[in-house]
Structure formats: C-alpha cells, structure tokens
C-alpha cells in the first residue's frame, strides 16, 4: 500500500491527488489521507511550521499500518526530512519526484508555481537536492492555491501562460508544475506548448510503485 498524505486539511486536494495517483498507477494500491489539523493550503514559510507536526503523526501511522511508501502531497516536500527520520519506509515529496523525472527528460527545467512566496522555497529545495544545475527558473504565476479549485479555469490560463513564457524565454526541455492542486493543468495546455509538463503526483506515483 501506497499512502499519500496531504499536508494541508483541504479535502478536494487530497480527492484529486487520489484520483491523478490511481489513474497513474492502477494496478497499485494507494490511498490518501488528510491532514485535518494543518493549514487550508501551505504558502509560504508560516503555513510550513504549522502543518509539520499533525503530518508527522499521519506519517507515523502510515509507517505503522507497514505502508510500503509513503507520498508527501505539497510540492514544497513539507516535513520531508523529519518523516524520512520517523518512517520505517521510503518516503517520496512530489517536489523531488518532479526533478528527478525532470532531469531524466532534458539539462534544463524551470518550476511554475502559484504565489511569489513559494519561489525561494523550491529554489532552495531544488538546490538541496543536487539539481540546482539542471534549474532554469522557479516563477510564479500568481494563483493561490484554493483558487486552482474554486477558479479552475481562470487559475489554469494563468499557469498556462506563466509555462508559456518560460517555454519562450527559459530554454528549457521541461517545466515542473510546483503544486499538487496543478494535476488538471496538462490536460488543458493545448499544442503550442511543446515542453513537457511535469506533475509531482504523477512522478511520486511512479516511484512509489516500484519501490
């Protein structure tokens, strides 16, 4: 069993990221679970502190239960480092999920997020992580993250064009889609982008499964 737990108490994020893992993997069992005492979503530094220690208690009875994996649900890979310390199995952030498959499809990737806030996060994990030379630019879009859900369509033509310009401008062969609420994105970009879109569920999916 796969178990991706979202950081944030937003309940449609956790459905959706279910739904996108499961499309992914179907032969796999997955569930997902919420974090009902954390945040609404995760922007920024504050929201960070305050969904680690209710995360760590659902990572804690993942790893009880004998999970075979266990999928951090916010592309920030919040509390990623303090589960891994806690968890008797791999644990996988959909962030590093993401470059890593990025890095397989090209040298170069940028990252579209939703709010400013978020930049030097990514940026600094991107760089932990040792992909810091494969990185073109971490940008944001300007959506929050609630509004990807109750605003689709107008959060998702503002992503698309903020993936547009890093297409143009970036020189890149990919560009990782930094939040699990961006799962919908893809299906919307139509044939003027040509860089592959990268979504941190889907790649996490794919690793877990074969762990």
Known sequence: MIVIINPNSTVSMT????????KTCPQTQIEAWTSHDGPPAIQGPADHT?????LLKLVAKASEQEARAIIIGCSDDTGLVEARAIADCPVIGIGQAAYHMAALT?????VV????VS???LFQNVHDLGFGGYLAKVRASGVP???LEEDADRAAER????IAHAQAEDDIQSV??????MSHIPARASSDIRVRLIDGVVAAARFGAFL
């Open 15 to 22: 459905e959706a990221m279910l739904a996108t893992a499961q």
């Open 50 to 54: 305050l969904c680690i220690p209710p």
């Open 106 to 110: 090209g040298p170069r990737f940028s």
């Open 113 to 116: 997020t939703t709010l400013e």
């Open 119 to 121: 930049v030097p996060i």
């Open 145 to 147: 993250v609630l509004a």
């Open 159 to 162: 992503v698309l064009a903020e």
């Open 176 to 181: 990782v889609l930094g939040c699990a609420g």
